[in-house]
């Protein structure tokens, strides 16, 4: 069966490229008839397995049909390279080519498509190269915005600011985290933007930057209903005593069931004495936001270590 498929994708390879021949009665290549060959041969391949040709094919079909001015199809061409690749567990090369379809569909003036493909690569990259991933969904993100498809947008930038937090960019998820919280605001999903709240001072705590997590909250009371609501009156109770350095309340706080039930996978977080040093509660208080930060954000987006082994060395360095 493969030997046949093989054979009739060779076939097809052989119409494209007679169509693309020139002579004394044809003077312009049949770029057309030339790219439907190289399409077909394509499936042939796939159909056999034999992705490098696949790919191999795809290309040259993506080509034919530039030549054509098709823009469109050119693109579908090289995303099915792409994806020829990823069967080929190239993700590195199978993102690139996506990009550049997808770039070639804003070109031919249909952004869903291009906003698609950017998702798709996205999804591809994100066990290999989170950081691209980032990159990927921002970008779908920014193409929704353009296109006033704030729903799509705030899903993309949500998907980008787990990843962020998952990589320990703590500053970074802030600010993305911010936009996603923007767009709901815009869109007058309230409750949601509390939530979005939660999040943001959890990283912001996280940093160890308790005047970022105050503000965030303080800038929060314009949101219709954020003050006097369950999650700001929880927050405030968080700050005070996090600023207290009341790790009773702290833990009280976070065991909340607003917190606990974010996420069900992750244990509660550790509970920490009073009776530690300065230094040692701080530290220990920045360990205890990663595990809040854990349940917040699920723990796919975590090691499962509880801690690093450099955190576990600066721990006993300070220990009483």
Known sequence: MAAQKINEGL?????????????????????????????????????????????????????????????????????????????????????????KASMMYLENGTPDTAAMALERAGKLIENVDPEKAVQLYQQTANVFENEERLRQAVELLGKASRLLVRGRRFDEAALSIQKEKNIYKEIENYPTCYKKTIAQVLVHLHRNDYVAAERCVRESYSIPGFNGSEDCAALEQLLEGYDQQDQDQVSDVCNSPLFKYMDNDVSGPVCISLTFSLERKRFLLRLFFTRVLRRFFSTSFFSSQTTTHEETDHLHSISP
């Open 11 to 99: 076939e097809h390879l052989a119409k494209a490229e007679k169509y693309l021949k020139t002579g004394f009665l044809k003077w312009k290549p049949d770029y057309d008839s030339a790219a439907s060959e190289y399409g077909k041969a394509a499936v042939a391949f796939k159909n056999a397995k034999q992705f490098e040709q696949a790919k191999d094919a795809c290309l040259r079909e993506a080509v034919a049909h530039e030549n054509n001015r098709a823009l469109f199809h050119a693109a579908k061409a090289y995303e099915q390279a792409g994806m020829m690749l990823k069967e080929m567990q190239k993700l590195p090369e199978a993102v690139q080519l996506i990009e």
